[in-house]
């Protein structure tokens, strides 16, 4: 089987992604193996030395035949900018390795905004959800989550955000570009065994 060693920024992400992965894996028909994400805050992401480090890491746990897939936020960056920087830095560290970039514009979050029919009534979310238009352009998609759930409840990345990858849409969360990307990376990275 497969094995995708995962570089992600978020603590939310740690949990989330991998089975994400699996959820697109299992959409094409594959199996893929993947062991808990390195985690790299946000901050050390692009300073000398961190992203390396990260790097070599992901090769070890991927192991010999492993790829290695990062998932960061853009924030207020361009993703494509940030992606190509961040794949730079990784092939100097491990030009042996398939490794791909992926940049959630602006954050994983926008994901769940693009397919907000399918997260309607989970957790603690109004049953009436729909997607707002163009929702990788809202920068703060965990604040509009939050305002989509119960009064007092808010939205909180380590307790949320994997349940709601397992509920995701993923053919609706395909619309966000950025989503899209992930996909074709993840299929490209398992169908090159």
Same mark, same amino acid.
């Given at each position: 089987m497969l094995r995708i060693a995962t570089i992600v920024e978020g603590q939310g992400e740690v949990e989330a992604l991998p089975l994400l992965l699996r959820r697109i894996a299992g959409e094409v028909g594959l199996?893929?193996?993947? #062991?808990? $994400?390195?985690?790299?805050a946000r901050q050390k992401i692009l300073k000398t030395g961190a992203l390396e480090r990260a790097v070599q890491l992901a090769a070890l746990r991927s192991g010999p035949e492993g790829h290695i897939l990062m998932l960061v936020d853009a924030d207020d960056d361009c993703p494509r900018e940030l992606a190509a920087e961040l794949l730079e830095t990784a092939a100097r560290a491990r030009s042996d390795r398939q490794t791909?970039?992926?940049? !959630?514009k602006s954050e994983y979050e926008s994901w769940f905004l693009a397919a907000a029919g399918s997260i309607a009534g989970e957790r603690?979310?109004? &049953?009436?959800?729909? #997607? #707002? $238009?163009? %929702?990788?352009?809202?920068?703060? *998609? &965990?604040?509009?989550?939050?305002? @989509?759930?119960? %009064?007092?409840?808010?939205?909180? $990345?380590?307790?949320? @955000? *994997? !349940?709601?990858? *397992?509920?995701?849409d993923l053919a609706a969360a395909r619309t966000a570009p950025s989503f899209d990307k992930l996909w074709r990376e993840v299929v490209a990275l398992l169908n090159a065994v």
């Amino acid at each position: 089987m497969l094995r995708i060693a995962t570089i992600v920024e978020g603590q939310g992400e740690v949990e989330a992604l991998p089975l994400l992965l699996r959820r697109i894996a299992g959409e094409v028909g594959l199996a893929v193996d993947v #062991p808990r $994400p390195i985690r790299v805050a946000r901050q050390k992401i692009l300073k000398t030395g961190a992203l390396e480090r990260a790097v070599q890491l992901a090769a070890l746990r991927s192991g010999p035949e492993g790829h290695i897939l990062m998932l960061v936020d853009a924030d207020d960056d361009c993703p494509r900018e940030l992606a190509a920087e961040l794949l730079e830095t990784a092939a100097r560290a491990r030009s042996d390795r398939q490794t791909r970039v992926v940049v !959630a514009k602006s954050e994983y979050e926008s994901w769940f905004l693009a397919a907000a029919g399918s997260i309607a009534g989970e957790r603690e979310i109004g &049953k009436s959800v729909v #997607p #707002p $238009p163009d %929702p990788e352009s809202i920068r703060d *998609a &965990k604040g509009w989550i939050s305002r @989509q759930m119960r %009064p007092g409840r808010s939205y909180r $990345p380590t307790l949320d @955000q *994997a !349940a709601l990858t *397992a509920v995701i849409d993923l053919a609706a969360a395909r619309t966000a570009p950025s989503f899209d990307k992930l996909w074709r990376e993840v299929v490209a990275l398992l169908n090159a065994v």
